[in-house]
């Protein structure tokens, strides 16, 4: 096992050697090795080249030379591995099983430390290949492929091999002894080779993992060589201090211990943590470039609300004794809103009450006729269409009378009248609210009871008004009575108008404070 790890650490060191004695050159993609082969059978363009296992270009060109060898341009694209010295070498070798190819090169070879480095590859000036760095024929090299040594196997070539092996026994026949010597001698040499070989043979799995994982490993040390030859130069400044501090150092690494066994419950209770947070984690890393999103458009968005801020600051300078001075004043304010609700109540009590009954609507409609009946007009101008009636039907009154019946419908007997002119109105009007019930009520001459119903006039209520009534209403003669009253009287409501014409027996007054009050079916 010491062995095997030997061998690796010369390996590593060799390949990390070769990484870090790369020397800078050309911007990656311009540095083109023209390599001479002696033979680049089955060579294509675009195949890899690699140092160190690591991928630095791809065969851009084949052509001939003139002594018929095989030129095989090499562009190198990965800065930092395009520095070919004059004891580069470069080997095709299979890529796979199936006949595919690469080219392995080593730049420079390795050398002792502070030891000068060889000369730059000599650049072509002019001719084939001008610009490209040549890389002569003898420093290049093509081993013998697999199906060539099965080739030795098929006809004429085993003959042919038959025949060599023949003579070469010809040849030592007479020199068994010298052969015998010859085996003899590398005896030994051969048993530690063999040894050697065992073991390689037994660590032939691990070998390969270390080949592998060195590729993979060397890769990223070959691209950041410089930061990696920086961590060499920080750890050495690290051990000086680390040694400088040997005792501290002893101190803590002696308190480890028991700083570990405290330390492991809440190492167990962050596990669980961590197991109950990886839904959550999973959703915030989705979401992660939307939070960056955020994150980056926050900035523009903070420096663009300075201003605003700035600006705010100095309201809030001026604003802030202007409030303090406002104080009593709201304070007043809010006395009077605390003051002023019952009215509030009562008036929004009441606009609903005109909204609901439609009281707007008939003062809008009193008015409308209102200016429509005084609104005349005539070749002489404005006029107003008004008539003086002088009868027994120009006082008020709130029953029927035999001398005035201009005003009331003509129907039904007259048993039916006097009982309509003495009968009560109901003003059971649930449409109506009760201070608007109440004047109706007054204008007829009537109490309103609590309940909303009307109370009956009492005998002497009544008297008073018949005898207040009597001496106002005299007979008059029918054709005494103007025509335009008596048509009022007969015509029906207008269209206009939402009230319908006054019942039989019933007051035109009651039918007209109904239409304007809201009142009435």
């Known amino acids: 096992m010491k062995r095997l790890l030997a061998i690796a650490c010369v390996l590593v060191a060799a390949a990390a050697l070769e990484v870090f004695a790369t020397g800078a050159g050309n911007d990656g993609g311009n540095y083109r090795v023209r390599a001479i082969f002696m033979n680049a059978f089955s060579v294509i363009p675009g195949e890899d080249v690699k140092i160190a296992g690591v991928k630095v270009g791809k065969i851009e060109s084949l052509d001939v030379t003139p002594d018929h060898k095989a030129a095989v341009v090499l562009r190198i694209d990965r800065a930092g591995f395009d520095d070919f010295r004059a004891d580069a070498q470069c080997t095709i070798r299979p890529q796979s099983l199936i006949g595919e190819k690469f080219v392995e090169c080593t730049p420079t070879q390795p050398r002792p430390e502070n030891a000068q480095p060889p000369a730059p590859l000599r650049k072509i000036q002019r001719g084939a290949g001008k ?9 290049t090299a093509k081993p013998v492929d697999l199906d060539l040594l099965n080739n030795t196997l098929r006809l004429p070539y085993r003959e042919r091999l038959a025949i060599i092996l023949n003579e070469l026994g010809t040849g030592l026949a007479g020199r068994g002894g010298d052969l015998r010597q010859a085996v003899t001698n590398a005896d030994p040499a051969l048993k530690e080779t063999d040894k050697v070989l065992a073991i390689l043979s037994d660590q032939n799995r691990v070998l390969s993992d270390l080949a592998r994982n060195g590729d993979t490993i060397l890769a990223p040390l070959a691209r950041d060589r410089a930061k990696v030859a920086d ?19 002893e101190q803590n690494i002696a308190k480890l211990p028991a700083f570990l066994r405290e330390l492991k419950p809440t190492m167990q209770a962050l596990g669980g943590l961590s197991d109950q947070m990886t839904p959550v984690l999973t959703d915030l890393g989705a979401e992660a470039p939307s939070i960056n999103r955020f994150i980056k458009e926050l900035g523009p968005f903070a420096q663009a609300g300075i201003p605003a801020f700035q600006s705010l600051g100095a309201a809030a300078d001026v604003g802030g004794p202007a409030l303090t001075k406002s104080k009593p004043i709201i304070t007043n304010i809010g006395q009077l809103a605390s003051t002023s609700k019952p009215l509030i109540t009562n008036l929004a009590s009441l606009l609903t009450s005109l909204k609901d009954t439609g009281g707007i609507e008939r ?35 709130i029953a029927a009378s035999p001398d005035c019946l201009a005003t009331f419908p003509n129907s039904g007997s007259a048993s039916a009248r006097a009982a309509g002119a003495t009968s009560v109105p109901g003003y059971a009007d649930t449409r109506r609210s009760s201070s608007l019930r109440q004047l109706d009520a007054y204008f007829h001459g009537k109490k309103l009871d609590l309940g909303g119903g009307v109370a009956q006039s009492s005998a002497k209520d009544g008297a008073q008004a018949d005898a207040g009534s009597a001496p106002a209403q005299q007979p008059a003669p029918a054709a005494q009575q103007p025509a335009p009253a008596a048509a009022l009287a007969q015509q029906p409501a207008p269209a ?20 304007l009050l809201g009142g009435g079916g």
């Open 363 to 397: 003062l809008m409609d009193y008015l409308f006729y209102q200016v429509a009946a005084i609104n005349g007009f005539d070749a002489d101008g404005h006029y107003l269409r008004a008539g003086l009636i002088l009868n027994a039907c120009s006082q008020y009154a």
């Open 231 to 249: 961590f060499v130069t920080q750890a050495n400044v690290t051990a000086q201090a680390t040694a400088e501090r040997s005792d501290p150092l």
């Open 131 to 139: 610009g490209q760095y040549l890389l002569p024929v003898s420093q």
């Open 496 to 515: 206009a108008a939402p009230s319908q014409a006054p019942a039989s027996g019933t007051d035109p007054s009651s039918a007209l404070l109904d239409y």
